[in-house]
């Protein structure tokens, strides 16, 4: 399967010799007028489903100054296939199908894939299909209708066999598509999934906002890292390991308006909420958890002032008040939690929010700005009440601490 490279367009003839492998050209008014969403992106609008035609026309990729001379955006398909209900965050891959409770949340991992993708001037959708209850002809559909050049999975280890079928199903009805997957499966499994299933184009390893962002620039995968792909031949290469993302408040905020908000609520309100990526990194090394294969041993945390600003947008854009901060520690840096709870307070942000934490990294005064901000609820690692099993566990962390904490 070839890799999709950028869309170059002229506006006049070109002569002498042209060498752009899969590069294509396009033919664009010189006029300076903006062709029509149906015209640059290729879909037909009176197909369906007819939802799709309004989002790619309200998510279509921003054009340059230059409308003589200009790149056709990619179009990139973002989906969490119809494998049934798992929380697909890259350290926590759990099926929550048959809960009592379900708090679904969005999938916030690959709405940063999304914005990344964007950010890269390519146009995107983003479809959870478990959470808008759809099934796998909706995405043959979708599939046949958008032509996608780029299929973005989000793929778990338990459900990865299952997953999978979405690109079987795409090079069927689009076989011009690059499949490309996204989980820390791949950051250990990632050749042998690839020569497992030959539908999959490419895998994403570590941290791959940067990779998205290359791929919809129309970089060639072996000069990304972080991607391990499969090149016409069929060759597999697995390109150096990415480094960690240093500066997150540099990272574009997840793309939100992909995505229906109003599917993800607090299951004892029913209030929409949604997901806040604080920081990433564990610097603990408890044996039984992803969180430094996934995120590091560094904790990296966002500014203050940037995840105030992702707030303020979820509130005055898309009117959620409800959040869980997602950490691998949030109380890890106890001055950079208080300051945020200060901040909360002072903006008068009227907000409701979840956290979690080790019982070893909290005291009282944390926990009353932490209140006073709106925490009303804190997920415990306890693991265990029994002291042999925290050891062999390598947690660091002894029962009489998880009491205390719990009292607190």
Same mark, same amino acid.
């Given at each position: 399967?070839?890799?999709?490279?950028?869309?170059?367009?002229?506006?006049?003839?070109?002569?002498?010799?042209?060498?752009? $492998?899969?590069?294509?050209?396009?033919?664009?008014?010189?006029?300076?007028? +903006?062709?029509?969403?149906?015209? #640059?992106?290729?879909?037909?609008? !009176? /197909?369906?489903?007819?939802?799709?035609?309004?989002?790619?026309?309200?998510?279509? $990729?921003?054009? $340059?100054?230059? !409308?003589?001379?200009?790149?056709?955006?990619?179009?990139?398909?973002?989906?969490?296939?119809?494998?049934?209900?798992?929380?697909?965050?890259?350290?926590?891959? +759990?099926?929550?199908?048959?809960?009592?409770?379900?708090?679904?949340?969005?999938?916030?991992?690959?709405?940063?894939?999304?914005?990344?993708?964007?950010?890269? /001037?390519?146009?995107?959708?983003?479809?959870?299909?478990?959470?808008?209850?759809?099934?796998?002809?909706?995405?043959?559909?979708?599939?046949?209708?958008?032509?996608?050049?780029?299929?973005?999975?989000?793929?778990?280890?338990?459900?990865?066999?299952?997953?999978?079928?979405?690109? #079987?199903?795409?090079?069927?009805?689009?076989?011009?598509? !690059?499949?490309?997957?996204?989980?820390?499966?791949?950051?250990?499994?990632?050749?042998? +999934?690839?020569?497992?299933?030959?539908? @999959?184009?490419?895998?994403?390893?570590?941290?791959?906002?940067?990779?998205?962002?290359?791929?919809?620039?129309?970089?060639?995968?072996?000069?990304?890292?972080?991607?391990?792909?499969?090149?016409?031949? $069929?060759?597999?290469?697995?390109?150096?390991?990415?480094?960690?993302?240093?500066?997150?408040? /540099?990272?574009?905020?997840?793309?939100?308006?992909?995505?229906?908000?109003?599917?993800?609520?607090?299951?004892?309100?029913?209030?929409?909420?949604?997901?806040?990526?604080?920081?990433?990194?564990?610097?603990?090394?408890?044996?039984?958890?992803?969180?430094?294969?996934? /995120?590091?041993?560094?904790?990296?945390?966002?500014?203050?002032?940037?995840? @105030?600003?992702?707030? %303020?947008?979820?509130?005055?854009?898309?009117?959620?008040?409800?959040?869980?901060?997602?950490?691998?520690?949030?109380?890890?840096?106890?001055?950079?939690?208080?300051?945020?709870? #200060?901040?909360?307070?002072?903006?008068?942000?009227?907000?409701?929010?979840?956290?979690?934490?080790?019982?070893?990294?909290?005291?009282?005064?944390?926990?009353?700005?932490?209140?006073?901000?709106?925490?009303?609820?804190?997920?415990?690692?306890?693991?265990?009440?029994?002291?042999?099993?925290?050891?062999?566990?390598?947690?660091?962390?002894?029962?009489?601490?998880?009491?205390? %904490?719990? %009292?607190?």
């Amino acid at each position: 399967m070839f890799w999709p490279g950028a869309c170059v367009c002229f506006a006049q003839p070109v002569r002498g010799p042209l060498s752009l $492998g899969s590069h294509c050209l396009s033919l664009l008014p010189i006029s300076g007028e +903006t062709p029509q969403p149906s015209e #640059r992106l290729g879909i037909a609008l !009176t /197909g369906q489903p007819p939802e799709l035609d309004i989002l790619w026309m309200e998510n279509k $990729g921003r054009l $340059g100054n230059n !409308t003589s001379l200009m790149a056709t955006p990619k179009k990139a398909y973002l989906v969490v296939p119809p494998t049934g209900l798992y929380i697909r965050e890259d350290r926590c891959q +759990t099926p929550i199908e048959h809960l009592k409770t379900v708090a679904l949340r969005p999938p916030i991992d690959l709405m940063y894939a999304a914005a990344a993708f964007e950010r890269g /001037g390519a146009d995107c959708l983003l479809t959870d299909f478990p959470a808008e209850g759809l099934g796998w002809r909706d995405l043959e559909d979708r599939l046949r209708q958008i032509q996608p050049d780029y299929l973005v999975l989000s793929i778990t280890t338990p459900s990865l066999e299952d997953d999978l079928q979405a690109a #079987r199903l795409a090079k069927q009805v689009s076989p011009r598509t !690059t499949v490309i997957a996204k989980g820390a499966h791949f950051n250990v499994l990632d050749v042998e +999934t690839l020569e497992r299933h030959q539908d @999959l184009d490419a895998v994403l390893r570590g941290e791959y906002e940067p990779a998205c962002e290359a791929i919809a620039r129309g970089l060639a995968p072996t000069d990304i890292a972080g991607v391990t792909s499969r090149n016409a031949s $069929g060759a597999i290469h697995r390109s150096p390991a990415p480094e960690f993302v240093d500066d997150l408040d /540099g990272l574009p905020f997840p793309a939100r308006h992909l995505v229906r908000n109003e599917l993800y609520v607090r299951p004892d309100t029913a209030q929409p909420q949604t997901t806040v990526v604080t920081n990433r990194g564990c610097p603990h090394q408890c044996i039984f958890c992803l969180a430094p294969q996934v /995120g590091g041993r560094k904790n990296r945390y966002r500014s203050v002032g940037n995840v @105030l600003e992702e707030l %303020a947008e979820c509130l005055h854009k898309f009117g959620i008040h409800n959040f869980l901060f997602r950490s691998d520690t949030f109380t890890q840096q106890r001055d950079w939690v208080i300051e945020l709870c #200060r901040e909360i307070i002072g903006r008068r942000l009227s907000i409701e929010w979840v956290c979690n934490s080790r019982v070893d990294t909290i005291d009282t005064e944390m926990l009353d700005w932490m209140k006073r901000a709106g925490c009303w609820l804190i997920a415990f690692g306890v693991e265990s009440g029994d002291e042999r099993s925290l050891d062999l566990m390598n947690k660091r962390a002894d029962a009489a601490q998880a009491r205390d %904490a719990i %009292a607190m």
